[in-house]
Each structure stands twice: as structure tokens, then as C-alpha cells.
């Protein structure tokens, strides 16, 4: 007989805490192919006077990130990351991404030899020399397979189980199916696909699509001239992934992470209103942080300028003229109009 | 010297107006190319006491269909439409599709020997037998190649120069670089493509996509149905033309005409909010069509219909999941939620 997954969550925030309740659910679907507990390893904070894990365990429910929603009983919070992970043959990275590489450092020399990954971390790492995705990156830490999951999934609407899709990036067929069998349910529908490059790619440049379409909301130019920056963006997103990564796949944005995902995140979401309101009241992106994000970096801003700083030295910017437009808007004080004037070659 | 082209548009509603305007100012760019003058063929209506065809002339305006939006000079509104079309080298076809055989008809064996259209005509006729795209039927007609244009073009945004963009379908290169020449402006791209199949597909499907994303609303399902329903539509928009036009292509799909203007008709426009209406208020769509659009025809509805009775001898409405839920609940009472539970194989 061969032996059971044991399943670790890595993460313990909103999406994460969504996915955890998808995954505790589907484990039990498959108890031939699972082990019954998941684990889920919490980033230990204090709540309410007692210790978060205490009150996930005892509630079944997360009441800092997720909460009014319930667990099912096979979810385990764990605070100590190594005894979260060391056992575990499906390991499921959902973190904020600048705690990535410590984790990956302190779970290293400590994973099962079976292990295999698949990663939920929105964006990518652009420095001017190179742009790598958390799943390589993780990959190369760890010596493991590692593949990618991004769709339009507002975690409270995922936790509220409104239908909506998802798409998995993954090369190796029988971890696909795994996965699927993971997070597949009737309202959170799974494509698997073979292009993880483009999964996560998607997830970090619609960020900038939707500061663009901001800025256009917050001049009031209408739907028609919002869905050409959604589609150029689309158009420039595909572009960069078969620029710098050639594996990318056409097919692979007309998934959930690819136009879909993006459609979401330019009708709501945060990068969008702050550029609304950056063009409506005039004042700076860092002061806006602080008035509607209660000083948290916006994604879409810092990805546009990483993104710049990344195709500068290439002499590749124009080739880019949405990204490039989004960055000297809001970076260098070109004029907001800009936004539809210099946005098509 | 090679003969210079002369244009005529025939039709002169909001769309038509709208268009009639970029004509105008177009064919003044290009001296070498054009005719100066342009004919537009307006269906003769009393308006205030006058004739319409006089008003128009006289105000550089038609405050009917597009009132306080001015016409460049050169556009000459005329009541007949033999003498509007006879000596024209290029036809630009926009008026309802109902009247599109009987105008055809009448200029039959009187148009000029090097003519050529393009359709800007909505919809398409679908009957159980086949489906026809009325460029086609216009070339059938009139013996003459036939291009089509679509794309996410609110009339009203556009008259106003409101930076949008267009997809032109055209077979034949120098018509293509003719038809951009005629239609492309700083705020109205146009892509031309060779599918001009699919062009005119997106245009007429789109609207069943957008029945249900209103009855999403409708539900108050939220962003992320929202968008898999988009995308879903967009697929199977995609499957349609590919099962039954072998020609049409993926990339069409990423045009303006394709996605694009799929995400303007499902959020703004009169098949959503209908359909929403109908979800909030359970009343009949003929009812809804009398209290909100006065009494004029829904079109996604009406398509789903033709759809369904299309694929339903073909025994191929379940590879259409979303276009045949939209028409089971819209005429069948399937319960509202099947937007939901059925669209996916």
C-alpha cells in the first residue's frame, strides 16, 4: 500500500485561511489518497491576551484574518514551523513574500525526501539584474518541485463559497492531479495547466494593468477606454512572460489568472481605488498609503517601478508603453491624460 | 492617376453618427485617397416639422440619434439610397440588421463595379438550420467583398473621443490598410485582423455572456463569479466559432472585438441590467423589455434562444453549458442559480 499525503499550510493570514478550509474539507473527500489532519503552521501572535494557535484550535476558526468563517475539526495550527513542515509530502506556500526566503531557510535540512510544493505567493522578486518567481525560488531553496496557483479569488468571497476559478501552473502530470484533487471543489473550480511561469507572472503584473485602470477611472473616461487599458495590459503582460521567460503560453491568460483575474482586480481592489483617488485629489502615492492603507505599500506602484527599473537597462521601456506610463505617472509626474495617449506603439 | 475613393455610410443612427463623424474628419487627412465628400444614407424621418435629412445638413448635426456632437462639413446626409450609394468605391454599412436585406435589395445592380463594404452591424442571424454573419450576407447580396468592424465601443464615449480601440476583420491586405486609413484615429485604434468570422461572432455572442453576468448581480454573487463568468462566456464564444466557422482564430479572442469589448458589455450596457432586473424582480423579460427599454427587443435573450435552438438538433447544448443555462433560466425557469452550478463541463 502506498503511503497517505500529509498536508502542511504554510500561512495563516486571509488566503490563507480561506485555502485551509478548502484543503481540510477535500483531505476528507480522499481519505484513501490523504492522511486526515492538515497542519497549518500560524505565525505566532498574541490575540486577545492568548496565543493565536490556541484560539484556531480551540474556535475552529481564525478570528484575526478569516473571521465568522469555520474550519473544518482536521485543520491543526501549529506555531513552530519545523514541526509543521518536517513530515509533510504536499507542502502549501501562502505567505506574504518577503518572508519566503526565511522560511525556506529554516525549513531546509528538515523536509520529507517525498516533499513536493505548490505555491500561492502573490508577485514576483524584479531587480534590475533578473526577475525570479517565488516557486523557482522556493524550488532552488529547497531542492523540490514547487508549482504555482493564481485566479480572480478574493479570499472573503472563496471563504463565503461564491463559484469562481483558479488556475494551477504545474509540469509534473501526477502532482497535478494531486493538487487538483486538493483544492478542487463545486464553487473553486481547478484548470491545471502546465505553464506555473505564467500563473505567477499573471498574479504580479495585474497589478499594474490596475493602476492604469484606476488612473482612468479617477479621470471618468468610461468603460470603453478602461477595457482597452485592461486588454493592452493583458496584451503587455503576455509579452513580458514571452520576452524574458520563452515557456510562457498564449492559452495560459485566457485562464482564471490571466483575464479573468484580471478583470477582478481592475473593477475593485485596492490598486485600483488608490489610483482613482491619486488622480482625483493629487496627492502623492505614500501619503495615499497612509490615508487608505493604513501605511502598507501598495503592490501595483512598487511592481510598475520595479518593473521600469528592470526594463531601463535593456533600453525595452517603450516596448512596455502601459507599464512605462503607469510608472512616469505616478514616479515622475507625467500628465495623468498620459495614461491613454502613450499607451499603445 | 488612380481614381480617388469615394465613401458613403449607409445608416445614421447613434452608431452610425458617431462613426459618420470619424469618416468626416478622416477622409480630409488623406486628400490623395478620399473623395472629400461623403454620403450618408439617412432613412427619412419627420423630426420637429422638417425633414431629418435637412436638419442634419444645416446643423452639421443629427440631434435625434446624436444630439451635441458636430459633424466635419463634408458629410452629406441623403434621403435616397440608390443616388447616396451608386458611385460610391466604399460602402460602410451600420443601420439595425433587420433592414439589411431589404436595403441591399434596392441597391442591387446599382453600385459601382470596384465597390467594396465594410459591416459594422450587429448580430448575426441564427436559425435552427445555420448561421449566417450579415457581412456575408451583404457579399452574397451584392456580389462584392464585405469586411466587418467591432469592437468596445459605447457610441456616445466615442462621439465624445473617448480613447477606445477597434478590431476591423478583412481578408484583403489593401482593404485592411484602406479601412484602417478610414477608421483609425488618436482615439479610436483600430487593429485590423484577417478573421473578420470571428470579428462579427464576439459581437453577437457577447450579449448571452452578458445576460448572465447580470443575473450574477442579480444574485449579488460578487467579483470573482463575475469574472469566471466572463471568462467562461469567453470561451465558449471562442468553442462556437471554432466548431462552426472552422477559420475563426484564438488570437481574435485577445482583440478588442473579443475580450475587450465582452468586459464593457458586462459591466455597463442593457443585457446586464436587464438580466439583473430580472434576477431582483422576478418579473418576465418581455415585461422588463416594455419598462426598460421601452418596449424594444433584449438581444442577448433573443440570441440565447436562436443559440440554444441551434445547438439543440445538434444535440450540443450541454458542450455550451453557460449560453444554455442563460437561455434555460431566462425561458425555461430554471432556478437563477444554475448561472452557477451548470456553466461548467
Redesign the interface.
Known sequence: MVKKESVCIIGSGNWGSAVGKIIGENVLKYPDVFEEEVRQWVFEENYRGEKLTDVINRERENPKYLPGIKFPPNIRAVPNLVEATKSASVLVFVLPHQFVRGVCEEMKGHIAPNARAISLIKGLEILPEKVTLFSEEISRKLGINVASLSG???AD??AKE????TTIGCQNKEDGELFHMLFNT??F?VNVIRDYVGVELCGALKNVVAVGAGISDGLG????????I???G??EMRKFGQTFFGTVE??T????CG???L??TC??GRNRKVAEAFVRTGKPIDVLEKELLNGQKLQGTLTAQEVYEFLSPRKMTHEFPLFTTVYRIIYEGAPVESI??DI?L
Open positions: 480572480a479569488n478574493i468571497e472563496v461564491r463559484f469562481c476559478e463545486d464553487y473550480k473616461y468610461g468603460s470603453n477606454t478602461k477595457a482597452a485592461i486588454r493592452l493583458l496584451m498564449d492559452s491568460f485566457f485562464e482564471s483575464v479573468a483575474d478583470i477582478t473593477s475593485g491613454v495617449r499603445t
